[in-house]
């Protein structure tokens, strides 16, 4: 499991960084032998099939789409600095199998299985926030477990990158979240944006906006890492 130590873990990080690029210079059977990863995410793109989360206020986007983008963004991201990805979901459907009933819960009894299982590093959970009763509100949010301190600094450094793209002085917050307590490993969760708001909506539709989403997460993480 992850243990924070700074200079050991600010070497590792550089080592990862110049792998990368070492490795981009060989060929792709040599790439994938040459490459290693150091650290074990998890990133879990909340909702899917029956359960799609959140609306959109104004195009009914589903929450559960957004997620997996984001989520695949970022999948892109680590996989590019060495860092070996685990996603809970890989497409649009849930992972409950039939929808009966209970499908929620096997859905989120799936998920543990796969974090418990994978033992990684950092557990990022993806989601998208909705107040319809102040459809002003905007910007990211980030939840971590209450009482532990590596978690907290987590969702610290990710909350201050997100901050900065929206303009927002938000704080972590502690929060009692299934997927979270399931983590041994250092867990946040990702709340990007506000559905319930027209133009954030409009922009967690496009590319380029999750895309700025996904990197002010992932930097959030790598200075937490250094």
């Not at 879990?44 to 609306?55: E, F, K, T």
């Not at 319809?132 to 905007?138: D, F």
């Not at 990211?140 to 990710?158: M, P």
Request: proline letters at 3%.
């Amino acid at each position: 499991m992850f243990v924070c130590r700074k200079g050991a873990v600010l070497a590792a990080a550089l080592a990862a960084i110049l792998l990368f690029f070492a490795c981009a210079s060989l060929s792709a059977a040599g790439e994938a032998s040459a490459r290693r990863a150091l650290y074990t995410i998890v990133l879990d793109a909340g909702h899917g099939g029956a359960d799609p989360g959140v609306l959109g206020a104004v195009s009914h986007v589903k929450e559960s789409d957004v997620n997996l983008k984001i989520v695949q963004n970022l999948q892109e991201l680590f996989a590019d600095a060495g860092f070996r990805v685990v996603l809970t979901r890989k497409n649009a459907g849930g992972l409950y199998g039939l929808p009966t009933q209970g499908y929620k819960r096997r859905d989120m009894e799936k998920r543990r299985e796969i974090i418990v299982g994978e033992r990684p590093d950092i557990v990022i959970s993806v989601h998208q926030n909705s107040f319809p009763a102040a459809p002003s509100r905007r910007g990211g949010q980030v939840f971590f477990c209450a009482g532990r301190e590596e978690d907290e600094k987590l969702a610290d450094s990710i909350q201050s990158r997100l901050n900065g793209l929206s303009g927002k002085n938000y704080a972590a917050l502690a929060g009692d979240f299934f997927v979270l307590n399931c983590a041994q490993a250092p867990a946040v969760l990702v709340e990007c944006g506000f559905l319930s708001n027209a133009e954030e909506e409009r922009l967690l539709q496009t590319e380029n906006y999750r895309a700025e989403i996904a990197r002010a997460v992932f930097e959030g993480v790598l200075s937490w890492l250094c």
